[in-house]
């Protein structure tokens, strides 16, 4: 099953290092029947780009805990069998959580935010408990990084990627 998994640009470093992604288990999103249900005109890619955009939205959060990260946002993209993979629909009705450890081959790719998405990210990261909250001000202001389409990245780049910051 394909799982979208949101991180960090510290997160993608310390998966080069070890191998593996995270402590399970790992929070994501994927395409789960909750949501083929909830959106059941969808075709696979766009319930995919879905899932891809909650865990995107969900490395804001990340980036709100981690004041020393770099303010991109970051989806790790795994294929993992199957039986790991727990829905957890109180959650969202994408959301799943990964039991097992995730190894680096397990990794399909990357999308991470341009750089010139920083300010705005940096933004959305600062007003992400305001938003939830229910500001529409912090609203506006998760839009504006949301507006960023992240870029694609093979496994085998992380390592380059993480070099240019």
Known sequence: MRVYLPSTLTALR????????GEP???GYAVTPALREWYAEGDLEELEYIALTLAAKASVRLLDADQDAVRRRVVVVVEVPDPVVEPATHVDRAAVRISDPVALKLVH????????????VTVAADAVIEADLGSEDAAFRMEQAEGHELQWYASQEIGPLLELG
């Open 109 to 120: 790719a990357v999308h991470v935010d341009d750089p010139s998405a920083i300010p705005d």
């Open 25 to 27: 288990p790992l929070p």
């Open 14 to 21: 310390s998966l080069l290092d070890t191998g593996v992604v």
